[in-house]
């Protein structure tokens, strides 16, 4: 059981460093292989459930009207099955918080919520 526990929080952190680097860098795809199906985006005005390529076209075309520079995690919390971040993005347009929740869907972790807010 401990060997399982290990290797899990292995994977969730694998996960957390790809999305934390895919939001750095502006690399939609190393986010993209860590969504669930259905992706809850919020960018204000906009609040809706997509589809994991919707939401992946969403989060490109943020990227290339803001080009990230740098993504800072503030606060970085795991309780039972959610686990969830709250960063910084700087880009070349200004800052933005970014909130992101996993959830773990068939062993394995994956973005369920995206929200980013202008600072």
Do not use: C, W
Not at 33 to 42: H, Q, S
Not at 76 to 98: E, F, M, P
Not at 102 to 111: I, S
């Amino acid at each position: 059981m401990i060997f399982a526990s290990v290797l899990f929080t292995s994977a969730a952190q694998d996960v957390d460093s790809a999305v934390k680097k895919g939001f750095s860098s502006g690399d939609v795809n190393l986010i993209s292989k860590n969504m669930a199906d259905k992706v809850f985006y919020v960018f204000y005005p906009e609040r809706k459930s997509l589809t994991k390529d919707d939401a992946t076209k969403k989060l490109d075309q943020f990227f290339k009207d803001k080009k990230p520079k740098d993504f800072s995690s503030t606060h970085d919390s795991r309780q039972d099955n959610v686990h969830y971040i709250i960063g910084k993005l700087t880009t070349t347009s200004g800052d933005y918080r970014v909130h992101l929740l996993f959830d773990t869907m068939n062993g394995n972790e994956v973005v369920t919520q995206i929200r980013i807010e202008s600072l």
